[in-house]
């Protein structure tokens, strides 16, 4: 069996990381919108339409299951795609919103991501469907340059953490969700700074949601990474995160509809 995953750009590289981990053996084939990068300044219509997109290219894999890597795409296109698509579509919001539900002590969660992913509330409003969670939110957009330059050591970036998490720390979280798919490569410099929230990677909450889904997923263990346009970020980030796997470019028109 196989397994799609889209995201606009390079973070979803660390989804498509723990999804091959956990499963090993899947055929996994994964769509970088490197061309139209970021999503979460775009309107809610061109972010569902991006989706489609992606999501009718990779089920020419005969994929088996798709995951929405990007969180924006999570949170505007999913119930689009769930409509669409005759598979299996797996967010990264809920796996993460479920995973700290279950490991709040005091109801009181954070949640961090791109300015698109925070004004859609999609965290919150799933958060607040499932108890009386107090949810603070915070759009943290300068993490994603820093990890796209690889400055997740950088002294700088201890300052901007600070700087952008001080507040909704100061309202007593013990969670905090990690809601865009770049800001687990800051997992362990968050972590440094306050050692008593625990930390939700919804790329890790991602595979292990669909884990216990049960799915059949053996394959031949084969691995493709697709890009839509060159990406210097997205080369450098892949060494890091997934290795050696040779990145494949296709022309944008081979998945636009207009």
Same mark, same amino acid.
């Given at each position: 069996?196989?397994?799609? %995953?889209?995201?606009?750009?390079?973070?979803?590289?660390?989804?498509?990381?723990?999804?091959?981990?956990?499963? +090993?053996?899947?055929?996994?084939?994964?769509?970088?919108?490197?061309?139209?990068? +970021?999503?979460?300044?775009?309107?809610?219509?061109?972010?569902?339409?991006?989706?489609?997109?992606?999501?009718?290219?990779?089920?020419?894999?005969?994929?088996? %299951?798709?995951?929405?890597?990007?969180?924006?795409?999570?949170?505007?296109? %999913?119930?689009?795609?769930?409509?669409?698509?005759?598979?299996?579509?797996?967010?990264?919001?809920?796996?993460?919103?479920?995973?700290?539900?279950?490991?709040?002590?005091?109801?009181? %969660?954070?949640?961090?991501?791109?300015?698109?992913?925070? !004004?859609?509330?999609?965290?919150?409003? =799933?958060?607040?469907?499932?108890?009386?969670?107090?949810?603070?939110?915070?759009?943290?957009?300068? /993490?994603? +340059?820093?990890?796209?330059?690889?400055?997740?050591?950088?002294?700088?970036?201890?300052?901007?953490?600070?700087?952008? &998490?001080?507040?909704?720390?100061?309202?007593?979280?013990?969670?905090?969700?990690?809601?865009?798919?770049?800001?687990?490569?800051?997992?362990?410099?968050?972590?440094?700074?306050?050692?008593?929230?625990?930390?939700?990677?919804?790329?890790?909450?991602?595979?292990?949601?669909?884990?216990?889904?049960? /799915?059949?997923?053996?394959?031949?263990?084969? =691995? !493709?990474?697709?890009?839509?346009?060159?990406?210097?970020? /997205?080369?450098?980030?892949?060494?890091?995160?997934?290795?050696?796997?040779?990145?494949?470019?296709?022309?944008?028109?081979?998945?636009?509809? &207009?």
């Amino acid at each position: 069996m196989s397994i799609g %995953i889209f995201d606009s750009g390079v973070g979803g590289l660390t989804v498509f990381k723990e999804i091959s981990k956990t499963f +090993p053996s899947a055929d996994i084939y994964y769509l970088g919108d490197t061309a139209r990068v +970021p999503y979460g300044n775009k309107s809610k219509e061109t972010i569902i339409r991006y989706s489609l997109e992606c999501a009718n290219y990779l089920v020419g894999f005969d994929i088996d %299951i798709l995951v929405v890597a990007c969180n924006t795409a999570s949170s505007y296109a %999913i119930n689009v795609l769930k409509d669409s698509l005759n598979i299996p579509v797996i967010g990264v919001i809920n796996p993460g919103v479920q995973e700290a539900v279950k490991v709040t002590k005091n109801k009181k %969660i954070g949640v961090i991501g791109t300015y698109g992913t925070i !004004r859609s509330n999609s965290y919150k409003n =799933r958060l607040e469907e499932l108890g009386e969670y107090q949810v603070y939110q915070k759009a943290c957009p300068l /993490f994603v +340059p820093i990890v796209e330059e690889g400055l997740m050591n950088h002294k700088i970036t201890k300052l901007i953490i600070k700087e952008y &998490l001080e507040d909704i720390v100061s309202k007593g979280i013990d969670t905090i969700i990690l809601g865009c798919t770049h800001y687990p490569l800051l997992k362990d410099k968050i972590k440094e700074i306050y050692p008593s929230i625990t930390i939700i990677d919804s790329s890790k909450a991602t595979a292990n949601y669909i884990k216990k889904l049960g /799915f059949d997923l053996s394959g031949s263990g084969n =691995r !493709r990474i697709f890009i839509t346009d060159e990406s210097p970020a /997205f080369e450098n980030l892949k060494s890091s995160v997934v290795g050696s796997i040779k990145l494949e470019k296709i022309e944008l028109s081979k998945i636009c509809t &207009l």
